[in-house]
């Protein structure tokens, strides 16, 4: 008998797999491990529960672990259609290598990214992954994909019934041409086929059953039963059998709600699990089944795959799916690793099609159960459509459920909506609610400013929308002020000027400030006057010549009378002659505070200050 040292894997691994309480390989294990080992791109054909996460997991720790570089890359990518099957491969890796020193890390949407982010900085060889949260991470630039030397497609054929065979594709083209690759499906339909040949490079094949047969060690019960009475048969078949646990598949998210419901009713503990619960709701959910202190799980077929629960004694299909696949998934759950295991699936008259479709699958029908307390009563032919096809009295329902929560919720806003119509066409602004920290808060504040104790609620002054007057006139303000007004407390003691003074950041105070700084400077009404040229310095300063004293009249001899103001040389002054109606004028350099008009009065700020003054 081959044994897990037979196929070639390390001390270290087969120290955590007999700690894992593995001891001898499963057919997929002994066929799938050696080329993996190898190199070799792998086709692996087997349906859920007969180990192949340690098929592919074993494999990619023992090549990785030959050398770690530094800093870490991400080396190794294993893809899943499920956040719960994104968690047990991360489990399954952590489990298998406790004795090595390698990273991996599991991302997935419906929580917040910034812990998984974190995980990914600090540097991964391995990585987990739903296809929607790595996209949107890899597009954020958070995670590089440039390294991948192992890719592993776990589910392929679930990934396909999901919608996201268009999401692998996208995610394919971001890895590497050069790697090895590892694709895990149940079931092999054209499209996985499809991608297979596009993918896979010299691959062997590994198929141990046939596929989509359901493994031999699970007993497989049929009963009849109407609608109506499937709680109620689930309930008495709970009681009489001694049934520890159960896990439950429901057609519809609204049909789990309701199993859940209805079970804890009658005593039953029972928790739902679906597309619509919260990532930490399923979670839980999930944790109390395994524990044991939830006897019912129930699931949507998102659960089908990826909830692995060792020694799981009993499956129920509470509804026959559509999918003939999907009955394999789903007691695929129960009779795992060997340990036997128990499918009962209940059958109303309008599922007779899917029943005929699962027993044509299986190659065999269903042992039916007879006798029960419930027989089907109800032998009304199904509803169709326009089209005459069969309408479902589970989607029905469903259907009808959302769209009366959707009638309730748009009830709801419309209310809301005409309260505030209300509350705005009366002008009532809702006063702010004030807690005791706000409260507490506030007196601080009054007793640094010196405002003293605060005035009972009957002798505090209203606030007026009046504005306040300051020695007979209004006070104006700004456009913060009012804001101000409202978040300050009332308090005679706080001098008036104190409080309106005017605000430094209002807009008009800074657009005052700003029209100063901008506006052109007008042209003086007088010429120009230019300022002397400095001396360079270490130079003594040499004073400009003085020009001949101008006579008074024609008389001769008239003593010439000195300039009694300075005047500029010809030089400074052009280099034109004057004339002699013009006037010497003094040398002076006007400064800009002498020329500053006051904002109010300055012609700039009857318009933008940026546009340019013609006059």
């Known amino acids: 008998m081959m044994n897990f040292r037979d196929l070639g894997l ?81 489990d399954s890796f952590v489990s298998y290598g406790r004795n090595l020193s390698l990273r991996s890390a599991v991302i997935f949407g419906g929580v917040g990214q910034q812990p998984q982010v974190d995980a990914i900085r600090r540097g991964l060889d391995i990585l987990v992954a739903t296809p929607g949260r790595l996209l949107d991470l890899h597009g954020q630039g958070l995670v590089d994909l440039s390294h991948i030397e192992i890719f592993v497609l ?77 709680t109620k048969l689930l309930a008495h078949l709970m009681e009489e059998r001694r049934i520890p646990s159960a896990l439950v598949f429901s057609r519809t998210k609204h049909g789990a709600n309701r199993i859940a419901q209805d079970l804890q009713k009658r005593g039953i503990s029972a928790a739902a699990i679906h597309g619509n619960k919260s990532q930490t709701a399923r979670v839980q959910a ?44 789903r007691i695929g759950r129960t009779g795992r690793a060997g340990h036997e295991g128990e499918a009962i699936s209940f059958c109303q008259f309008d599922e007779k099609d899917e029943l005929k479709a699962i027993e044509k699958l299986l190659g065999r029908a269903i042992p039916v159960v007879e006798g029960h307390p419930f027989p089907m009563e109800n032998f009304d032919p199904p509803q169709r459509d326009k089209r005459g096809r069969v309408v479902n009295s589970e989607d029905a329902e469903a259907r009808a459920a959302a769209k009366e929560l959707r009638r309730q919720k748009d009830a709801e806003n419309k209310a809301k909506a005409e309260e505030r119509k209300l509350a705005a066409n009366a002008g009532a ?73 005017p605000n430094p950041l209002d807009s008009d105070v800074i657009m005052d400030a700003t029209a100063r700084l901008l506006a052109p400077r007008r042209p003086a009404p007088r010429p120009q006057l230019q300022r002397s040229p400095e001396p360079p310095r270490g130079r003594e300063q040499k004073k400009p010549p003085q020009p001949k004293p101008r006579r008074q009249g024609k008389k001769q001899g008239a003593p010439a009378q000195p300039a009694k103001e300075p005047v500029l040389p010809p030089s400074l002054a052009g280099g034109k002659k004057r004339r002699r109606d013009d006037r010497p004028r003094p040398v002076e350099v006007p400064l800009r505070s002498d020329r500053q008009k006051d904002s109010t009065q300055h012609k700039s700020l009857m318009r933008p200050y940026y546009l340019h003054d013609d006059d």
């Open 10 to 90: 390390t001390a270290p691994i087969l120290r955590a797999l007999t700690q894992a309480g593995y001891t001898d390989p499963t057919p997929i294990q002994r066929q799938a491990i050696p080329p993996a080992l190898a190199g070799r791109d792998v086709l692996g054909c087997a349906q859920t529960g007969t180990g192949k996460t340690c098929a592919f997991a074993a494999p990619i720790l023992q090549r990785l672990a030959k050398g770690v570089p530094n800093p870490r890359m991400i080396r190794a990518l294993i893809l899943t259609p499920t956040r719960e099957l994104a968690i047990q491969i991360q």
């Open 154 to 230: 776990d589910e392929a054929d679930r990934m396909l019934d999901m919608g996201f065979i268009h999401d692998v594709r996208r995610v394919l083209k971001l890895l590497p041409e050069k790697k090895q690759t590892l694709l895990f499906s149940a079931t092999m339909p054209p499209e996985v086929m499809g991608l297979v040949n596009g993918l896979l490079r010299d691959y062997v094949r590994v198929a141990v059953d046939p596929v989509s047969s359901p493994v031999e060690a699970i007993r497989q019960s049929l009963y009849y039963v109407d609608k109506s009475n499937k």
């Open 286 to 329: 999930l944790s109390d089944f395994k524990a044991g202190r939830v006897r019912v799980l129930a699931a949507t077929d998102i659960a089908a795959r990826g909830i692995d629960i060792s020694e799981l004694p009993f499956v129920f299909n509470y509804n026959l799916p559509d999918v003939p696949e999907t009955y394999v998934h």
């Open 429 to 501: 602004n809702p006063a702010p609610v004030q807690n005791a920290d706000t409260a507490k808060k506030k007196r601080r504040r009054r007793k640094k400013s010196g405002g003293g104790q605060e005035l009972p609620a009957a002798q505090a002054a209203p606030v007026s929308a009046e504005p306040p007057v300051l020695r007979g006139r209004p006070v104006n303000r700004g456009v913060r002020q009012g804001k101000l007004e409202e978040t300050l407390p009332e308090d005679p003691s706080m001098p008036i000027t104190d409080f309106y003074k």
